[in-house]
């Protein structure tokens, strides 16, 4: 079994900028990938970033030139730098880690304020 948890998350005002992070608890390197997803209220969740084993990064749309995912297998941790936050930003953001199954973290909530 695989656990994840996150951190990071809080109440921020557009424009601000927050840092999440996903401790793993086993080699993140052993994962075929690493990603960030969200979930606002009443909304599906979707994909924000990922990054795979070979280090091949995926953005939404969305997001492109304001966040940042990055890895330290060091310390089996994923971030997700997030700059120039948007109200549209709000939502609880999961880790998600990819092998044989798909294992999530249980969220934090990011809340951007205008």
């Known amino acids: 079994q695989v656990q994840l948890v996150e951190s990071g998350g809080g109440l921020v005002q557009a424009g601000g900028s927050l840092r999440l992070s996903c401790v793993v608890s086993r080699s993140i390197f052993s994962m075929h990938a690493m990603g960030w997803y969200r979930q606002a209220p009443g909304k599906q969740r979707e994909l924000v970033a990922i990054?795979?084993?070979?280090?091949?990064?995926t953005y939404a749309d969305s997001v492109k030139g304001r966040f940042t995912i990055s890895r330290d297998n060091a310390v089996n941790t994923v971030y997700l730098q997030m700059n120039n936050l948007k109200p549209e930003d709000t939502a609880v953001y999961y880790c998600n880690g990819r092998m044989n199954s798909d294992y999530w973290g249980q969220g934090t909530q990011v809340t951007v304020s205008s």
């Open positions: 990054i795979t084993r070979a280090a091949n990064i």
